[in-house]
């Protein structure tokens, strides 16, 4: 029962309450009760896509968004959400076209002027993705995945000073955000991948090391954009030792992801070693 009664209203508190603390499975049945409920609240619709989303199933989540999407097409975030989980799935033109259709309406409109960024990115358009993401820059403030994207994409496209600036820029808000929540794994592991992206291997792994110290199993987080879990957290851990050359405990980290995730891909090349 939830806290607040028998009511749609009341499970979709809590599924977003569960959500917000990264307990995913819990917070789906809440808004799986919320539907029974009340079929009608596309607003749990929308959130079933994001926890599919952040638990990795990508092709689960577009079916929620685009039916929400569909019901309610007003609605910007659902749109925006489903053309990040087309990118997640290596659809860029349909996540621009997402990206694009929110543009025309709201052209201020700073995580899909950053979606568009991504999607030039992952077409290997290195100046496309640096300019819009400049854009989304200049459009939200100091955005660590605006900055993160920006690091990496002027580093490709040869303008190394901007990447230099926005890499340092992205590490020094997770290191305030350290600062704020030291108990807490998110700022560690995306501070490892600002290091990662420097190819400071060393540095990524004592942050990888600390944000697994820190982290819980069982949980999916999302923190400045990004999302992730206990085994990307080991993943990444994993590449920056095969990165620095210790072959050894890169295999060690390689086995105990597989003990957690059998098919895992990272995980089996990491163990092969």
Same mark, same amino acid.
């Given at each position: 029962m939830?806290?607040?009664?028998?009511?749609?209203?009341?499970?979709?508190?809590?599924?977003?309450?569960a959500?917000m603390?990264?307990?995913?499975?819990?917070?789906?049945?809440f808004?799986?009760?919320a539907?029974?409920?009340d079929?009608s609240?596309?607003?749990a619709?929308h959130?079933?896509?994001?926890?599919y989303?952040?638990?990795?199933?990508?092709?689960?989540?577009v079916?929620?968004?685009q039916q929400?999407a569909?019901?309610?097409?007003?609605?910007i975030?659902?749109?925006?959400?489903?053309?990040y989980?087309?990118?997640?799935?290596d659809?860029v033109?349909?996540?621009?076209?997402?990206?694009d259709?929110v543009?025309?309406?709201?052209?201020?409109?700073?995580?899909?002027q950053?979606?568009?960024a991504?999607? #030039?990115y $992952?077409?290997s @358009?290195?100046? +496309? /993705?640096? %300019?819009? &993401?400049?854009?989304?820059?200049?459009?939200?403030g100091?955005?660590?995945?605006?900055?993160?994207?920006?690091?990496r994409?002027?580093?490709?496209?040869?303008r190394?000073?901007?990447?230099?600036?926005?890499?340092?820029?992205?590490?020094?808000?997770?290191s305030?955000?350290?600062e704020?929540?030291?108990?807490?794994?998110?700022?560690y592991?995306l501070r490892?991948?600002?290091?990662?992206?420097?190819?400071?291997f #060393?540095? $990524?792994v004592e @942050?990888?090391? +600390? /944000?697994? %110290?820190? &982290?819980q199993?069982?949980?999916y987080?999302?923190?400045f954009?990004?999302?992730?879990?206990?085994?990307?957290i080991?993943?990444?851990?994993g590449?920056?030792?095969?990165?620095l050359?210790?072959?050894a405990?890169?295999?060690?980290?390689g086995?105990?992801?597989?003990?957690?995730?059998?098919?895992?891909?990272?995980?089996?090349?990491?163990?092969?070693?």
């Open positions: 939830a806290f607040g009664g028998e009511n749609a209203e009341s499970y979709y508190d809590e599924g977003l309450t959500s603390k990264g307990e995913l499975t819990q917070a789906i049945s808004f799986e009760q539907i029974r409920m079929s609240m596309s607003a619709y959130q079933l896509g994001r926890c989303f952040r638990m990795g199933k990508i092709k689960k989540s079916a929620f968004f929400v569909q019901a309610k097409p007003k609605l975030p659902p749109q925006v959400d489903l053309g989980a087309f990118l997640k799935l659809e033109n349909r996540a621009r076209d997402c990206f259709a543009l025309q309406r709201k052209p201020m409109h700073a995580r899909a950053l979606g568009l991504m999607c #030039a $992952a077409e @358009n290195w100046d +496309a /993705a640096v %300019e819009l &993401a400049l854009s989304a820059v200049a459009q939200s100091a955005n660590f995945a605006a900055f993160y994207l920006l690091g994409s002027a580093n490709l496209a040869g190394l000073q901007v990447s230099v600036e926005y890499l340092q820029r992205a590490e020094a808000l997770m305030k955000a350290i704020t929540s030291p108990e807490q794994p998110e700022a592991f490892g991948e600002v290091f990662f992206a420097q190819q400071n #060393a540095k $990524a @942050n990888y090391a +600390a /944000a697994i %110290e820190k &982290a199993r069982d949980q987080y999302v923190s954009g990004e999302h992730f879990s206990y085994i990307d080991l993943a990444k851990k590449l920056a030792l095969q990165r050359g210790e072959n405990e890169a295999v060690a980290m086995q105990e992801i597989l003990k957690l995730a059998p098919e895992h891909t990272i995980g089996k090349m990491l163990a092969e070693l």
